[in-house]
């Protein structure tokens, strides 16, 4: 005897039925476990990451000089230069 | 519940909404790429890369269209890519290729579907999760894949035959041919 198309298409539809419920079932007990909640779009964190350096060194830089200017580097590093543009400088022509 | 099942809830749009679009996608984005890479920590960085990649391209969406298609798409392709990568690293650094997933997941992992689902090659698994679990049409599946879909109806098909096959007792089978 000669099954029908539809018979055909009714089993085939049935089958497509579980194995959607067996897939779906398995799949939807799948979970991320370090995937974020939040959305955090590279370009977002890389903004947050750049404007956290620029105030590290502004912050450094200001430490950098109190500390300079607490332990009186200025004064001799100014005349260490002073110094070595003289040592620099050719030494005078004999007349 | 697939993307098609969340169409009816509302469409989010993805370049005034960003957020919202992760939050309604992220969990079925990242089930879908599993269920085409069957490697939970390699799912997890393509699920942000998939979406980092949306972001950048937001303003590209065309408005009406369905968000979860789009996802899919960016999702479909990075996975595939993922699998052509490991094959290749496969076959040319036999010795330096570490697979992503562990011994742990591989046993814990092997339930029914994912059986049925790694005896299928990475085309027709795709094929089989945008159908069965995102639940997108045939003529949805067949623009992600870029085929037409008549095949994506003969990879379905096909898939579903090498499935069962996988699933089939082999005790049984042995008997069926002694028979």
């Given at each position: ?66 500390i300079a200017l607490s332990t009186g580097l200025p004064r001799s590093l100014a ?17 | ?164 096959k996988a699933l089939a007792d082999p005790a049984d089978q042995r008997k069926q041919?002694?028979?």
């Amino acid at each position: 005897m000669q099954q029908s198309p539809f018979a055909d298409e009714r089993h085939d539809q049935e089958e497509e039925e579980l194995w959607t419920d067996l897939i779906s079932s398995e799949m939807d007990r799948w979970h991320p476990r370090r995937l974020p909640t939040d959305f955090r779009p590279e370009g977002r964190i890389q903004r947050f990451n750049r404007r956290w350096l620029l105030l590290i060194m502004l912050a450094l830089l200001l430490a950098t000089l109190a500390i300079a200017l607490s332990t009186g580097l200025p004064r001799s590093l100014a005349s260490d230069l002073i110094d070595l543009a003289r040592l620099a400088q050719p030494p005078p022509v004999p007349m | 519940m697939g993307v098609g099942a969340e169409r009816t809830t509302g469409e989010v749009d993805p370049a005034s909404d960003f957020d919202l679009l992760y939050e309604q996608f992220r969990l079925q984005v990242y089930r879908s790429v599993r269920g085409i890479v069957l490697e939970a920590a390699a799912a997890e960085d393509l699920t942000q890369e998939t979406f980092e990649r949306a972001y950048k391209a937001r303003h590209d969406f065309r408005a009406g269209a369905s968000p979860g298609a789009w996802l899919h798409r960016i999702a479909v392709n990075l996975a595939i890519s993922y699998l052509r990568r490991q094959r290749v690293a496969r076959l040319v650094l036999p010795r330096l290729y570490v697979p992503h997933h562990t011994p742990h997941e591989q046993i814990e992992d092997r339930t029914l579907a994912v059986r049925a689902l790694a005896a299928l090659n990475p085309k027709h698994r795709a094929v089989v999760v945008l159908s069965f679990y995102a639940r997108l049409t045939r003529e949805e599946i067949s623009r992600i894949l870029k085929v037409p879909p008549g095949t994506v109806a003969s990879r379905q098909s096909s898939a579903m035959e090498i499935m069962r096959k996988a699933l089939a007792d082999p005790a049984d089978q042995r008997k069926q041919e002694g028979s």
